[in-house]
T-cell receptor, first 111, second 115 residues
Framework: DAKTTQPTSMDCAEGRAANLPCNHSTISGNEYVYWYRQIHSQGPQYIIHGLKNNETNEMASLIITEDRKSSTLILPHATLRDTAVYYCIAHIIQGAQKLVFGQGTRLTINP | EAQVTQNPRYLITVTGKKLTVTCSQNMNHEYMSWYRQDPGLGLRQIYYSMNVEVTDKGDVPEGYKVSRKEKRNFPLILESPSPNQTSLYFC??????????????FGPGTRLTVL
């Protein structure tokens, strides 16, 4: 899986949109961009994934640049419960299926 | 409710005393996997299973065993636990469709301390 780079930490005000960037400049054509989050020491929670097109679900939106070298996860109206470590993962969905978690971004939502 | 369950959630044991951490999923997923999480090292894959009776080593398999006799269960066995296996353990599962693995869903975790 390609290496991803994320800021170590970010802050966001409650009710505002949280935009979490991720660089994956060496991503290959068959690697998807996955986002998970981990609240405290709970199990990682799937958020969203995409290959080329922008994606949206009930939790978040994923914007992938045209060259696929970077992406942004958007939490449209952040709440205190969104405080977590967010992981961006470039992942091939064939083979060993191992998810490679980096250090992630620690997002703190402030009241 | 679709979920991955792990038991026990917390365990303190002593060196050398065999233990098993159970993992069960109710989503009929073919793929199951075990990870351990340690400070500064992130999540690392221990073992995985593509389907019943099919298991393979991940990145850190030493000191662990697994079995996959049924689709829903994937127990992690520590035959002779040592202090360096003190960690937070997660089980995950996903569907496999056409040779591809779908999104992985994680259990709540098992915090193991080996004294």
């Amino acid at each position: 899986d390609a290496k991803t780079t994320q800021p170590t930490s970010m802050d966001c005000a409650e009710g505002r949109a949280a935009n979490l960037p991720c660089n994956h400049s060496t991503i290959s054509g068959n690697e998807y961009v996955y986002w998970y989050r981990q609240i405290h020491s709970q199990g990682p929670q799937y958020i969203i994934h995409g290959l080329k097109n922008n994606e949206t679900n009930e939790m978040a939106s994923l914007i992938i640049t045209e060259d696929r070298k970077s992406s942004t996860l958007i939490l449209p109206h952040a709440t205190l419960r969104d405080t977590a470590v967010y992981y961006c993962i470039a992942h091939i969905i064939q083979g060993a299926q191992k998810l490679v978690f980096g250090q992630g971004t620690r997002l703190t939502i402030n009241p | 409710e679709a979920q991955v369950t792990q038991n026990p959630r917390y365990l303190i044991t002593v060196t050398g005393k065999k233990l098993t951490v159970t993992c069960s999923q109710n989503m009929n997923h073919e793929y199951m996997s075990w990870y351990r999480q340690d400070p500064g090292l992130g999540l690392r894959q221990i073992y995985y299973s593509m389907n019943v009776e099919v298991t393979d080593k991940g990145d850190v398999p030493e000191g662990y065993k697994v079995s996959r006799k049924e689709k829903r269960n994937f127990p992690l066995i520590l035959e002779s636990p040592s202090p360096n296996q003190t960690s937070l353990y997660f089980c995950a599962s996903s569907l496999r469709r056409g040779g591809r693995t779908d999104t992985q869903y994680f259990g709540p975790g098992t915090r193991l301390t080996v004294l």
